[in-house]
């Protein structure tokens, strides 16, 4: 059973950084995508960045238009990690952050197309 284990959310000011972390476990990940959505208050779950475990390119990452230039996901493949490092935080980057998995490498930023989620950890910025 895949199991994906969160960590790294917290409280940070505006233009501040923080660092998620994302293990995976119990599955074979040659074949899968890893990414990161978030969930505000009142609002749907949103894509946030994704990466394809083997990836066509090396470190091949894309992300939703609101986090660009701002976030970098990266991974760990010999321990089956992914990162989200997020800079310059604003305040509409509060929300829950899920690690997700999806049993495939095609591009995907849809959350019904991923198999897998973790149990979220909170990211709140304030001004």
């Known amino acids: 059973q895949v199991q994906l284990v969160e960590s790294g959310g917290g409280l940070v000011q505006t233009g501040g950084s923080l660092r998620l972390s994302c293990a995976a476990s119990g599955g074979t990940f040659s074949s899968y995508t890893m990414g990161w959505f978030r969930q505000a208050p009142g609002k749907e779950r949103e894509f946030v960045a994704a990466i394809s475990w083997s990836g066509r390119i090396t470190n091949y990452a894309y992300y939703a238009d609101s986090v660009k230039g701002r976030f970098a996901l990266s991974r760990d493949v010999a321990k089956n990690a992914i990162y989200l490092q997020m800079n310059r935080l604003k305040t509409e980057d509060t929300a829950v952050y899920y690690c997700?998995?999806?049993?495939?490498?095609?591009?995907?930023?849809?959350?019904?197309?991923?198999?897998?989620w973790g149990q979220g950890t909170q990211v709140t910025v304030s001004s």
């Open positions: 997700a998995a999806r049993r495939r490498t095609a591009d995907s930023t849809s959350t019904g197309e991923y198999d897998y």
